[in-house]
């Protein structure tokens, strides 16, 4: 993901300097370039997505992993770059944010509890209050900025987070009161 990411960077913001090294103006390929660099570091992020982040011989590291450092490295200049910033929508964007952070808690459980990377990873009675905290923390995060910012949408998605994550716990967290997971997300949910 290195090279389309510096090739993204390259061709968005240092055109000229990319020009000149090759001994051609790129003015008149320009957006063509950033639209195709765009959507191969968009495809590359989306591929991305459902891999276990494993980077032997490196330890995993949340965040610090290659894997997710090339997903938030192609987040930031896909919301940045110019010719593909507006271009997608920014519900589009946030939903996407979402689900990448969900993924990078499912990969720290996998590496540092041995839980199998599979789809049905996300019903293990380990993953069900993480993902409920995570979404907790999410919902309060946009209830808060959409209360400084005036902003009703984000406001109102902080209270369907939260919302879900309160029927999540009634409904499927419940069964989890036994073990230090499931307690501890009922109590952050109340904090």
């Known amino acids: 993901g290195l090279p389309i990411l510096l090739g993204l960077w390259l061709v968005a913001w240092k055109r000229d300097a990319l020009g000149r090294i090759a001994g051609v103006s790129l003015d008149e390929h320009g957006p063509a370039m950033v639209g195709a660099t765009g959507a191969v570091l968009t495809t590359g992020w989306a591929v991305s997505l459902l891999r276990d982040g494993r980077a032997d011989p490196l330890p995993f590291v949340p965040i610090l992993n290659p894997l997710e450092l090339m997903q938030v ?39 540092w509890f ?11 009675p380990l993953a069900q209050p993480n993902l409920s905290v995570l979404w907790s923390v999410i919902g309060v995060v946009c209830w808060t900025l959409g209360s400084k910012r ?42």
Do not use: C, S
């Open 114 to 124: 041995a839980l199998r990377w599979a789809p049905e990873m996300v019903l293990d």
């Open 73 to 111: 490295g192609a987040f930031f200049l896909l919301r940045r770059a110019p010719g593909i910033a507006g271009a997608v929508p920014r519900a589009a964007a946030w939903v996407a944010a979402f689900v990448a952070l969900n993924l990078m808690l499912l990969r720290a459980l996998h590496h």
């Open 150 to 191: 005036m902003d009703r949408r984000l406001w109102f998605v902080g209270a369907a987070l939260m919302g879900t994550v309160l029927v999540m716990l009634i409904v499927v967290d419940r069964a989890y009161l036994g073990n230090l997971a499931g307690i501890a997300a009922f109590i952050i949910y109340g904090l």
